[in-house]
C-alpha cells in the first residue's frame, strides 16, 4: 500500500458523501412535489437547476476518481446556495414581499413544512447545499496537498 493511498481512499469517501447528500436532497426534492404535491415555486425550480445535475457530475467523478470534479460541481453548488440564501431571507420575512420573484403563480413563501418552528423547505435546501460546499472544500483541500 502507497502512502497516498489511505488520502486517497479518504478523498474518495468524502466525494461520496457529498454524492450521497446530494442523492438524497434531490430524492427529497422528488418527493415534495411529486408525492406530497407541493408545488415548487419559482425559486425552488432555481435550486433543483443546481441541484439535480449534481447528481451526475459527482456520480461521474466517483467513477474514476476525477480530480477536477470539484471545479465542475462547486459553481453550481456556490449558484444553488445563493438563491437558497435568498428564498430562506424571503421566506424570513427579511427580504420583503415586495421584491420577490415570485409574483405569479406558486408563492415563495407559501408554507408546507415547518419542523421544531424554523426549519423549512428553503432552510432544508440551505443546510443541504452548505454541507454540499463545505465537503467540496475539504476534497479540494485536500487534493491540493
Known sequence: MSPSEPQSNTNWTILFLCWLLVSVSTAI??????VMEFAP???CWY???????LVLILGAGLLS?????????LPLAIAGWL???YHTLLYSGIIPESIQPC??????TEEYIDLFGF???????LLAFS????LLCILQRRMIK
Open 29 to 34: 426534492s422528488i418527493f415534495f412535489s411529486s
Open 41 to 43: 415555486c419559482v425559486l
Open 47 to 53: 435550486q433543483r437547476i443546481s441541484l439535480f445535475p
Open 65 to 73: 476518481f476525477d480530480k477536477s470534479v470539484v471545479k465542475y460541481s
Open 83 to 85: 438563491v437558497a440564501l
Open 103 to 108: 409574483t405569479q403563480g406558486v408563492s415563495c
Open 119 to 125: 426549519i423549512t423547505i428553503p432552510m432544508l435546501s
Open 131 to 134: 454541507a454540499i460546499i463545505a
